[in-house]
Each structure stands twice: as structure tokens, then as C-alpha cells.
């Protein structure tokens, strides 16, 4: 299985910072790769597919980039409905894995 | 409006078996792929199963396969997962998605506790 390793686990930052967070995959995955963030007590919700797309209604504030191995997420001006974990994962094998998730915690 | 409502969670015993339900309205399943995912309490996302959009196709990660089956009833617009020989460790918050790329349309999930 292929796995994804998200960095960092957490991080602390202000409104108005930017923000990126990386996803490293174990092989070669092309750009089939998703972004989601998730609130607490509330189903996932898709930002980002096929490592760069934005998801209609998903803020510009959002993009994605990279491709192969080695993916990042970036927000460009933190606001505070942002504070979430976020997860990367992969549509290039079965089964379709997850990274373990980043913790964006209010500094 | 797309909706994913999902049901039959609930307290089982080790060993025994359940079936999840998910029912879908403003989509129509035979166009879609539709997963499961599952969450541990206080734990990250685990993907869990797909069914194709024709109905052809099931994969299943490696934690439930032989265990779990994923099937439709196109009739009734509803995607089902029949859980097996459970255990603690499938103790989660179980979702219905579908599939478009990433996952774009999530249900609010529900909770499977296995527990004697």
C-alpha cells in the first residue's frame, strides 16, 4: 500500500499567516492526490483534488501543488474558520490511503 | 442538493455482524463511485472500501477484506456495508462519499462501537 506522510503533525499559527502543509507519498502517485479538512464532530470536506484543482466554493485563499512524491497544501492568509486537521489522500492504488492528518491550532 | 444519510450503526458484540446503510438523494448512484471511510475516536481518516460506478468493481483495504462487502441497490438509491467478524478495532465513525476525483460529497457519518 502506498503510504502518505503529512508534515507537519501540527502547527500553531495567527490569522492572516500563511500556512502550508506537505504530503509525502512512498511511490509515485502522479497528481492524484486530494486535500481535506475536517472540523471537529463533522465529516470531511474536500478542498483540493488532483494535487492543484480547486473544489467549487472552496476559497481562493487554498491551492495546491506538486506532483510524483511530494505534494503541498498552502494557505495564503489564515482566517479563523481554517483552524482544522487536514488530510491528504491518494487515488493512484488500492486502497485509496490517507496521510495521518495535520492539526492547525489558533497561536 | 446532494445528500448522504447514513444509518444502522450501533453497539455489537465482538464477533458479530452489522450492515451499514447509506441513502443518497439528488444523485443517482449508477453514475458514481461510492466509498467508505471510517474514523476511530481521536483518530485520523482510514479509507475503507469503493464500489464502481456500474457496480462491477469492489476493493477493500486489507483491515476488512473478507470481512466487509460493499454493495447498492440502485432501486432504493442506497449503498450498504455488511461488516463481518468485527472487532474492537473497527470500533468508528463510518462515512458514505462519493467519488468525483477526491470525495466531494460526504454523509455525517455513523458510529459503530464493538464491545462486549
Known amino acids: 500500500a502506498i503510504q502518505l506522510t503529512q508534515s507537519p503533525s501540527s502547527l500553531s499559527a495567527s490569522i492572516g499567516d500563511r500556512v502550508t502543509i506537505t504530503c509525502r507519498a512512498s511511490q509515485g502517485i502522479s497528481s492524484s492526490l486530494a486535500w481535506y479538512h475536517q472540523k471537529l464532530g463533522k465529516p470531511p470536506k474536500l478542498l483540493i483534488y488532483?494535487?492543484?484543482i480547486l473544489e467549487s466554493g472552496v476559497p481562493s485563499r487554498f491551492s495546491g501543488s506538486g506532483s510524483g512524491t511530494d505534494f503541498t497544501l498552502t494557505i495564503s492568509s489564515l482566517q479563523p474558520e481554517d483552524f482544522a486537521t487536514y488530510y491528504c489522500q491518494q487515488f493512484t492504488s488500492y486502497p485509496y490511503t490517507f496521510g495521518q492528518g495535520t492539526k492547525v491550532e489558533i497561536k | 442538493q446532494v445528500q448522504l444519510v447514513e444509518s444502522g450503526g450501533g453497539v455489537v458484540q465482538p464477533g458479530r455482524s452489522l450492515r451499514l446503510s447509506c441513502a443518497a438523494s439528488?444523485?443517482?448512484?449508477?453514475?458514481?463511485?461510492m466509498h467508505w471511510v471510517r474514523q476511530a475516536p481521536g483518530q485520523g481518516l482510514e479509507w475503507v472500501a469503493l464500489?464502481?460506478?456500474?457496480?462491477?468493481?469492489?476493493y477493500y483495504a486489507d483491515s476488512v477484506k473478507g470481512r466487509f462487502t460493499i454493495s447498492r441497490d440502485i432501486s432504493k438509491n442506497t449503498l450498504y456495508l455488511q461488516m463481518n467478524s468485527l472487532s474492537a478495532e473497527d470500533t468508528a465513525v463510518y462515512f458514505c462519499a462519493k467519488d468525483y476525483g477526491g470525495l466531494d460529497y460526504w454523509g455525517q457519518g455513523t458510529l459503530v462501537t464493538v464491545s462486549s
Open positions: 488532483d494535487a492543484s
Open positions: 439528488g444523485l443517482t448512484l449508477s453514475n458514481h463511485g
Open positions: 464500489i464502481s460506478s456500474d457496480g462491477s468493481l469492489e
